[in-house]
Structure formats: structure tokens, C-alpha cells
């Protein structure tokens, strides 16, 4: 029997799946000149990818559908990008295409 996944929880594996990802990334990029060369080719690939469920998550975020719980995980997320961006940048990924100065997310929800 197939059950449909409700958009909250939808929110909840993206913010996980996301996590994932950025905890990847800190590992990978320790080790990037040594890594394969298929590995080094799928990162931005796969990286655009994930920084579309990012984008997700923020139009989410400005449509207030993310409860309290959710908010704080996706700031999170963006101080944790916000904190990878020499990583990025280095290993020439594509910067998110989302605000990331929780500063302003915060002023907008007082």
C-alpha cells in the first residue's frame, strides 16, 4: 500500500538530506586533491542538485509553511553554509542562490 508523504514531512527529509550533505561536503573537501577524479567531476553536479532542495526549503520558509521546529533547522543550515563558503568557493561549487544572513531571517519573523 503506498502512503503520501505530507508536505511536512517532505520539509523534514530535505532539511535532513541537506544536513547530509553539508556534513559530506567537510569531509570530502579535507582530502579533495587526493579524492578520485569521478568524484571531484559529480560534486558540483550533485551539489546544484542538493542546492535546489535548499532553494525549496527557503520558499518554504518565506511562505511560513515550516513550523517552529523546522525554522530553526533551516537557519541552521544557512549558518552552516554561511560558515562553508571558503570551502565552496575553493572547490568551486556553485554559492547557494539563497540569502544567508540569518540576521534578516530573524528580523522578518520578530
Same mark, same amino acid.
Given at each position: 500500500m $503506498? =502512503? =503520501?508523504t =505530507?508536505?511536512?514531512e517532505r520539509i523534514d527529509l530535505q532539511l535532513k538530506y541537506i544536513a547530509g550533505t553539508l556534513a559530506d561536503l567537510e569531509d570530502v573537501a579535507r582530502d579533495w586533491d587526493? %579524492?578520485?577524479i569521478h568524484v571531484t567531476l559529480a560534486w558540483p553536479?550533485?551539489?546544484r542538485n542538493d542546492m535546489d532542495g535548499l532553494e525549496f526549503l527557503y520558499e518554504a520558509y518565506e511562505r511560513r509553511v515550516l513550523n517552529e521546529e523546522q525554522?530553526?533547522?533551516f537557519l541552521n &543550515? &544557512?549558518?552552516w553554509v554561511q560558515r562553508l563558503l571558503p570551502v565552496i568557493q575553493r572547490l568551486e561549487l556553485d554559492v547557494p542562490r539563497v540569502p544567508l544572513n540569518t540576521c534578516d531571517? %530573524? $528580523?522578518r519573523s520578530a
Open positions: $503506498a =502512503t =503520501t =505530507t508536505q511536512s587526493q %579524492e578520485p553536479m550533485e551539489w525554522q530553526e533547522y &543550515l &544557512l549558518d531571517y %530573524e $528580523a
